[in-house]
């Protein structure tokens, strides 16, 4: 399966951002869907994850309930509905998707990275 991350942009301090993780070459129903993130100079840290029908959501612990994963599988698509953003989220977020979701990087699918900055 392949993942499209999209949704990213600049954005103030305070601000929203929904990100989207469209899959092709196969449908997501089966998978576990996160988002992983890399800030410039930094390792990739675990942001949030759901489970193949939504039962499960995982989340990093920075976000202390400013972040919310989601998914439609009828529509093969994942979200991810970012709140209160600070300049410390500036970072490239990868779509990964797994047979299970877990808090680290055990991803067996990777999107290419969308781009989000959030500026002070």
């Known amino acids: 399966v392949q993942l499209q991350a999209s949704g990213g942009g600049l954005v103030q301090t305070g601000g929203s951002l929904r990100l989207s993780c469209a899959a092709s070459?196969?449908?997501?129903?089966?998978?576990?869907v996160g988002w992983i993130r890399q800030a410039p100079g930094k390792e990739r840290e675990f942001v949030a994850a759901i489970s193949w029908n939504g039962g499960v959501t995982l989340y990093g612990d920075f976000e202390r309930g400013r972040f919310t994963i989601s998914r439609d599988n009828a529509k093969n698509t994942a979200y991810l509905q970012m709140g209160n953003l600070k300049p410390e989220d500036t970072a490239v977020y990868y779509c990964v998707a797994n047979e299970s979701p877990n808090y680290g990087l055990g991803y067996r699918y990777w999107g290419q990275g969308t781009q989000v900055t959030v500026s002070s």
């Open positions: 070459g196969g449908t997501i129903d089966n998978y576990a």
